[in-house]
């Protein structure tokens, strides 16, 4: 109690506060602008904390977050595309009841259904944090090596479209975390000789390269194809709205709990969550066949689960030092330019600081209702503002932030290569995501490795020798059959099944973000 209510006094201070408003205007913006995901937005936020006190650099980038999010909706239902991968599940449906003249309508239900979405996950966030933080006091290097291990498998292997791609993405984002010095032996790796490579590349510079220069490369070679100017206001119904919500409450419920559950995944994230939630709410339905025609039970499921898994997707950053997703292997390099160690023991240490990242979500979340009216009231404005004003802006913010890292010209070329590169994985149909956490889970997965080998003399059956590590290695192992599984199941149906007839619904493996944007 004493942490919480300390939290609070850390967060309600007026810079705090003024922080959290900057951080909405902005994340609403950025969630806007297709082509500016919340990834790409965070890492344009990454040079201004460095200028930040820690509660204010997480409150930042916890409210950007979540607002992001949500404003990935207006251009989805007013253009057709969406702002986010995680609202790429429902756009086509919001658009159809835009055309129907409910675009006012549906983004409040989108609204709403966050806010709702974004609380369940805070209050799961909050308790669970603790309590894994207490249960991981007791983790080993067995233990830490699975979960690294689980959150590399779901990363590559369930949350990519094409398992063999996400492996060589996931390939090249480990051999990166090997460059330096080994952290056992001390001998160099891939430094060439260089000085300036015996400390390994840092990964935020490849971050913001990954994830903004290549979207600045890709709206310069595939503009967006909308025209915002085509985007209309329409009249909003808060009392349409709240009624649909209340007959898909049992929608709601299960969206929020379906994206708790898969944000809290290592290697997850709110895209997977949004994309299942979305395909249960259509198995589930008593009119499936509305579905694609303007239908809003989709809407409520997933809108609610995207928000919920933007939350949890910080539990395992926090409590193992493990990301969610690739917003939060941000925020852990965050943590560590703030001199600050994602782990169990960040829960003892620095109590305070771990519960106002609760208490920003909350604020951020509730803040998120009027601030979400305005920018549905001024989505046709916010939606005119060009690409060709905008990516330059976005390019200056991205070299700025990769140059004040070490004050030094090498994050900038690292900066840009890994932009081109990742340009390229991308119109390549490979998933970058696996890349970033390959990168920043390699350093934990192989130091946890080598400590426990040096423990047990090379004894390899030690990593089940604890019943925990022995569950979680069962868990990865089991994650990596799946695609095996999967496609003999595929290739099975295709033999029994009736000609035509096609594969059923596929819960498990939606179409991913990728797929639907590209």
């Not at 607002?67 to 207006?74: N, P, R």
């Not at 056992?184 to 000085?195: A, C, E, H, V, Y």
């Not at 039970?297 to 689960?305: L, P």
């Not at 390959?438 to 089940?464: H, K, P, W």
Request: glycine share 10%.
């Amino acid at each position: 109690m004493d942490a919480l209510l300390a939290a609070f006094a850390l967060v309600f201070r007026l810079e705090i506060l003024a922080v959290i408003l900057g951080a909405c205007v902005f994340g609403i913006f950025a969630g806007a602008m297709p082509g500016i995901s919340a990834t790409v937005a965070v890492a344009l936020l990454v040079p201004i904390t460095f200028f930040m006190e820690p509660v204010a650099a997480l409150a930042a980038i916890a409210t950007a977050v979540a607002m992001a999010i949500f404003a990935g909706d207006l251009p989805g239902a007013l253009l057709r595309i969406p702002g986010m991968p995680a609202s790429a599940a429902y756009a086509e449906e919001a658009h159809e009841m835009t055309l129907r003249g409910e675009g006012g309508t549906v983004l409040m239900i989108s609204l709403l259904c966050s806010v709702v979405g974004g609380l369940v996950g805070t209050l799961a966030l909050a308790f669970s944090a603790t309590w894994l933080a207490e249960f991981a006091l007791e983790f080993q290097y067995y233990e830490y090596f699975w979960l690294a291990v689980i959150g590399l498998s779901t990363a590559a292997l369930v949350a990519a479209s094409n398992p063999v791609k996400g492996l060589v993405s996931l390939s090249i984002g480990l051999l990166l975390a090997t460059v330096g010095l080994d952290m056992i032996s001390g001998q160099p790796r891939f430094t060439f000789g260089t000085l300036t490579l015996m400390e390994g590349i840092h990964f935020i510079p490849v971050m913001i390269g990954v994830f903004a220069v290549a979207e600045v490369l890709r709206c310069l070679i595939h503009p967006p194809r909308g025209d915002g100017r085509a985007a209309k206001v329409q009249r909003i119904d808060v009392g349409a709205a709240c009624r649909t919500i209340w007959r898909y409450r049992a929608n709601l419920a299960r969206g929020s709990g379906i994206g708790t559950l898969i944000g809290a995944l290592p290697g997850a994230g709110s895209d997977i969550a949004a994309w299942v939630s979305f395909a249960l709410a259509r198995r589930f339905s008593k009119t499936p066949e509305r579905f694609g025609k303007g239908h809003p039970e989709g809407i409520v499921a997933a809108s609610a689960s995207n928000n919920s898994a933007t939350s949890t997707t910080w539990v395992p950053s926090l409590v193992f030092g493990i990301p969610g997703d690739s917003v939060t292997a941000i925020v852990i390099g965050v943590l560590f330019l703030k001199g600050l160690e994602p782990g169990p023991m960040v829960f003892v240490e620095n109590a305070p600081l771990v519960y106002s990242i609760f208490v920003s979500f909350f604020v951020a979340n509730l803040v998120l209702i009027p601030v979400g009216y305005v920018a549905i009231r001024l989505a046709s404005q916010l939606l005119r503002v060009p690409s060709t004003v905008l990516m330059p802006i976005v390019l200056v913010f991205t070299m700025v932030g990769a140059y004040a890292i070490n004050n030094s010209m090498l994050g900038v070329w690292i900066a840009l290569v890994a932009g081109i590169v990742s340009f390229f994985m991308q119109e390549n149909e490979f998933p970058v995501a696996p890349l970033i956490l390959g990168m920043v889970i390699g350093g934990l997965l192989e130091q946890n490795f080598m400590q426990a080998m040096i423990a047990q003399r090379g004894d390899l059956t030690a990593f089940f020798g604890r019943p925990i590590a022995a569950g979680l290695g069962v868990l990865a192992i089991l994650i990596w059959l799946s695609p095996i599984v999967a496609a003999l199941r595929r290739r099975r149906r295709r033999r029994d099944g009736p000609p035509g007839a096609g594969a059923p619904q596929d819960v498990a493996r939606p179409r991913t973000p990728d797929e639907a944007l590209s």
